[in-house]
């Protein structure tokens, strides 16, 4: 059940109810008993990364990151410049 946000016309508070498509227009009573009104709100929706459809900025720029060490090092192996355990002074 979706849900829809209503505010009261008296007392102004805003509430929020699951309800049926069908009963929308028929919310019920705010609890100072006055009617409540619709506001139409934008949808909640939230990307975290857990779903790899839509993986954060973060983790994409770390897999470019390793494709692009990976690639380097191959490029550097096939040429001969290649020293795993060089120290960089």
């Known amino acids: 059940m979706p849900t829809y946000v209503y505010q009261c016309d008296v007392c102004h508070k805003q509430t ?3 309800l049926k498509m069908a009963d929308r227009e028929n ?25 790899p459809d839509f993986p954060t900025a973060a983790d994409k720029w770390e897999k470019d990151r390793y494709r692009t060490m990976a690639r ?16 960089h002074w």
């Not at 705010?30 to 975290?48: E, H, N, S, W, Y």
């Open 16 to 18: 929020e109810r699951f």
């Open 27 to 51: 919310p019920g009573p705010c609890d100072c008993g006055a009617t409540l009104r619709q506001i139409i709100t934008p949808p909640v929706v939230l990307f975290d990364g857990a779903d």
């Open 72 to 87: 380097e090092q191959q490029s550097l192996r096939e040429s001969g410049d290649y020293y795993p355990n060089a120290r």
